[in-house]
């Protein structure tokens, strides 16, 4: 039992390290930006808003492909798998 404890462990301080790891990387590029902050947080926005309207195109893709499959009869775990 206290090797899947080390294991766990391991595994938690692992995660923290990468997340210390991203904070740090990102207030580093962020600090030396060649750009002003406000030019900055305007084309993170933008970004953002592109990837919101990415996501969602795909999530209602998937949902009408999934609804037609449904339709059809075609068991939809399987064709998720």
Partial sequence: MSDNNQNGNS???LL???GLGVLVGAAA???YA???GKE???EVGD???EVKGKTQEWVSEQKSKRNS???A???VEEVGA
């Fill in 40 to 42: 900055l947080r305007a």
């Fill in 47 to 49: 970004k953002l808003k």
């Fill in 11 to 13: 595994l938690i301080y």
């Fill in 29 to 31: 590029g962020l600090m």
């Fill in 69 to 71: 499959l449904a339709a």
């Fill in 73 to 75: 009869n075609v068991d």
């Fill in 16 to 18: 923290a390290g990468f």
């Fill in 34 to 36: 060649p750009k002003e």
